[in-house]
């Protein structure tokens, strides 16, 4: 059976149907939001866009930073030999599996002002003045109730990641390092961690991107309040559709959404080439 | 490596705190749920019901279609996850086994395409979803999902197909099976576990999807779980019923916990092997 360009044609067909429904949902749209996209001026002077991009860029930056930092606790001790290994590894998996939309829910009850768990705890470790605390309703604090809810529930997907890392490193390196005399601190971080260096890279851009366009989390746990404080630009974009009914500059503002991510992922590459090839 | 014993008690104090970590919002919920109403709201916090009480339970599907909800959600998992596993075999298989021109170029493509959150692509997908009638529609969710799903599905289930030894596939064609029946009958059953690690992820997506089901559907009738939970809050402003929210949150978790718990392992490989899903 040769392969040749009747075939080659004939054998698309199995990749079709697959083929047609992509790009019927994911490309067409894209297409789609540059057509209806208009009144780009807008951004320049629209006073949301900063602060928005602001808090956007931050809480990617933050989370992403605290999820790769638990993270790597969280692979290297799901990674280690212990009895009972299979059931903590699942424990650890559930954050990342309920619906994020669900548990959004179920954070606004940890943090309720009257009666919430939250304020309640650290009320009792001395850390806020009374048990009564309206986390959501101020700023800051509703910015760091976000990166705990995110954190929490992504951290499992970043361990995940860096344990497959984990597992290409071979045996032999750390049996290595050990007969020269380092101990396990010094073969972290002259075995572990450069040779993780590609899947930490992978794992921040893919989280990075994600964070980037977090919508679900924030629009059930603040609704984007107080007062527009912890809108991210997914947030942002969805009401200036679907409330203030602006679709052509909402479609301009999801294409400077969507040029911010290719910038972001070409600038990390890039970052990444440059310390390989020196 | 001897792990010693302060490496010993090192790893168990990460093995604790790791388990709490994860556990510790889900069971607060479950907790709360099984309080009785004068308990929910108890200032100070209590942290233990003084008897279970299952009245938020019988609550949710008495007074609220919250069994519409989970049937709903049902379908659109398992419609799904039927939808996106025959397409994504025929084409992994297509991509892995016949010649395709130019079918490097499209799989990199696909892995693009699924890079971007899809908060970029709703916008227009509603305005789609409009034009061919299908808005509050289990339908138009159901093709929706197996589109944002096929890109993971089909990477993961090439990476299988591309380990299978062929001579298997050859002998099957000698005995005179065409390609597309060698596909059904020798190649899928071989590949038993990379099919059941991509429909349990893909399961678990469906169940937990948000933005484009609170985006497409707005009748009652056609909501799916999350989107049913999140709608919650919004019945009464006031009076949040949190017991109630939190015994929804539970019942509709359940599934995705019982999976995790069964398929631990399947989901660890998956992720790590497709790394393309949040």
């Known amino acids: 059976m040769k392969p040749d360009a009747r075939a080659g044609a004939v054998n698309w067909l199995y990749a079709a149907p697959a083929l047609l429904v992509m790009g019927v949902v994911s490309l067409l749209p894209i297409f789609e939001t540059f057509r209806l996209a208009g009144e780009f001026h807008r951004i320049a002077v629209d006073t949301r866009f900063g602060p928005v991009m602001r808090t956007t860029l931050s809480l990617t930056a933050v989370t992403v930073l605290l999820e790769l930092l638990l993270g790597l606790v969280m692979a290297l001790v799901l990674w280690s030999p212990f009895k009972g290994r299979g059931f903590v590894r699942a424990a650890v998996l559930i954050p990342w599996a309920l619906p994020t939309a669900v548990m959004a829910m179920a954070w606004r009850w940890i943090y309720n002002a009257d009666y919430g768990v939250m304020g309640d705890l650290l009320f009792r470790l001395g850390l806020v003045a009374s048990p009564q605390t309206a986390f959501l309703a101020d700023a800051s604090s509703a910015y760091w109730a976000i990166v705990l809810a995110d954190v929490w529930k992504t951290t499992p997907f970043m361990a995940i990641l860096l344990m497959s890392g984990l597992a290409a490193i071979p045996d032999e390196l750390y049996e290595a390092a050990a007969i020269d005399g380092a101990g396990p601190v010094r073969r972290f971080f002259t075995v572990t961690l450069p040779l993780l260096r590609p899947t930490i890279l992978v794992a921040v851009i893919f989280r990075g991107i994600q964070t980037f366009g977090l919508f679900d989390l924030v629009y059930v746990l603040t609704g984007g309040g107080p007062g527009g404080r912890t809108q991210t630009i997914a947030v942002y974009v969805y009401d200036v559709v679907f409330r203030y009914q602006e679709l052509a500059y909402g479609c301009a503002l999801t294409v400077a959404m969507a040029a911010c991510l290719v910038l972001m992922t070409s600038l990390l590459l890039a970052v990444a080439r440059e310390r390989r090839t020196r | ?278």
Do not use: H
């Open chain 2, 1 to 278: 490596m001897r792990p010693t014993a302060l490496g010993r008690a090192l790893l168990w104090t990460g093995v604790a705190f790791v388990s709490a970590w994860s556990l510790a919002p889900f069971l607060w919920q479950v907790i709360t749920s099984l309080k009785p109403a004068a308990e929910v709201a108890a200032v100070p916090v209590r942290y233990w019901p003084s008897a279970a009480d299952l009245a938020s339970y019988v609550q949710i599907f008495k007074a609220r279609p919250f069994a519409t909800y989970i049937l709903n959600s049902f379908i659109v998992g398992l419609g799904t996850t039927a939808a996106t596993t025959v397409l994504a075999a025929a084409a992994a298989y297509a991509f892995s086994r016949l010649s395709v021109p130019g079918g490097r170029a499209a799989l990199f493509a696909i892995l693009g395409l699924s890079l971007f959150p899809g908060t970029i692509l709703i916008v227009p997908l509603k305005q789609l979803a409009t034009r061919a009638g299908l808005l509050n529609s289990l339908t138009g969710l159901v093709i929706a999902y197996t589109a944002l799903n096929l890109p993971f599905a089909i990477w993961v289930l090439k990476a299988f197909f591309d380990r299978l030894p062929k001579d298997v596939e050859e002998a099957a064609w000698l005995d005179g099976l065409s390609r597309w029946q060698t596909l059904w009958k020798i190649v899928l059953p071989l590949s038993a576990p990379a099919v059941a690690t991509t429909a349990i992820l893909v399961f678990i997506f469906s169940w937990n999807e948000f933005l484009i089901a609170q985006t497409l559907v707005s009748r009652d009738s056609a909501r799916t779980v999350p989107v049913g939970i999140a709608m919650l809050s919004g019945v009464t402003v006031y009076e949040v019923p949190w017991g109630q929210i939190a015994a929804a949150v539970v019942v509709t978790t359940l599934p995705v916990v019982v999976m995790v718990l069964a398929f631990q392992r399947r989901i660890v490989e998956g992720l790590t092997a497709g790394a393309v899903k949040g």
